[in-house]
């Protein structure tokens, strides 16, 4: 897909500073059991050696997949220290919470027709310059979402950096930038609402209360995935109650609401919109766990399939009429089973996490970590 520039908009105006709250998400096995291919673990040797980007390779560009590529073991990286950014949830803050690894800090992907620049905050923040940025969708886009704000609050005074939060939107300012970089909660993207029975029921064609918070914004990056897998009692749609659906069908009608919504109402000439697939899950019974994996795996000759899910996504957003650019992260983080928290989550979470066993977590992401790359992939769109 084509993209477009972000024009310089009006002023953003400050908002209360309040403290964030942890959304919480409790992941289906479901989502990718049908994504792990046969594979072999890196050598050390190989893990150790100095990468140097080939003379042939290009900065990232339109044409570049970024999809294709390898992990590459990298002694510089992680980008921020998670002793120092504030804005880390506890239960992703895999040191604090007793991993006495480290390594699954330093891998960064490395795309095989081109490299993908390292993460300059400043600079950043110079292409943000009186913009905002929201990251919508569940909460493995919050955490992508600590990621970025970790990335780039280092390079800001304590006193020029403030985060706030409304209802399901919680925002870091830059000041100085009059910029922002903010979250929405919105896990299906259309709206879920409760019954006379307390219970939750999706509206495959309802989505207004969700994007009312996405108007009069600059760069809008969504996902929306592993909450399709839920098992839902039933959805509404057209005011009709729809029992039995398949969940691929249901994610198919649900992003059709999404890209009509953007369709309508979103103009390409001063608005970016990017769609981040779905991440990895490493759960299921079939002792591919995440517990005490070290190092990313490689495909021995194997091309994945594309789950359902990405090949839903990839049709309904090549039937839209506004240039939506497809960021696919799907095949990269499958390979990143040591990025999981495992056992080391927070507290809160020790109770079971559905993710394999009394407080395992193959779903979500370690930070520092692997959602720092799809950042850096983020920023390699904006050069």
Known sequence: MARQAIPKLLHLPLLTLLIITDVCWDPSPAATADMEPPVKRLGRAERDKTEVFSS???????????????????????????????????????????????????????????????????DFLGRMRRKRMMLVGDSIMRAQWESLVCMVESVIPADRKLVSSYGPRVAFH????????????????????????GRRVPHLDSIEENAKHWRGVDLLLFDSAHWWTHSWDFYMEEGRVLKNVNPIIAYEKGLTTWAKWVDTNLDPHKIRVIFRSASASHNGDNGRQCYRAREPLVYTGYSPRAPGQLAVLQEVVKKMSFPVYLLDI??????????????????????????????????????????????????????
């Open 56 to 122: 042939r390779l290009q900065p990232h560009s339109r044409d570049c997949d970024m999809s294709v590529g390898e992990w590459a073991y990298d002694r510089s990286y992680p980008l921020y220290d998670d002793r120092s950014c504030p804005f880390l949830s506890h239960q992703l803050n895999c040191q604090r919470n007793g991993r006495p690894d480290s390594d699954y800090e330093r891998w960064r992907w490395k795309p095989h027709w081109c490299f993908i620049p390292r993460f300059n905050g400043l």
């Open 174 to 197: 830059a000041p100085d930038f009059e910029a922002s970089i903010e979250f929405v909660w919105a896990p299906l993207l259309v709206e879920v609402r409760e019954d006379g029975g």
């Open 330 to 383: 799907t095949k990269m983080s499958a390979l990143r089973r040591d990025g999981h928290p495992s056992v080391y989550v927070g507290a809160s979470e020790a109770h079971g996490s559905g993710s394999g066993g009394p407080g395992w977590d193959c779903s979500h992401w370690c930070l520092p970590g692997v959602p720092d790359s799809w950042n850096e992939m983020l920023y390699a769109l904006l050069l």
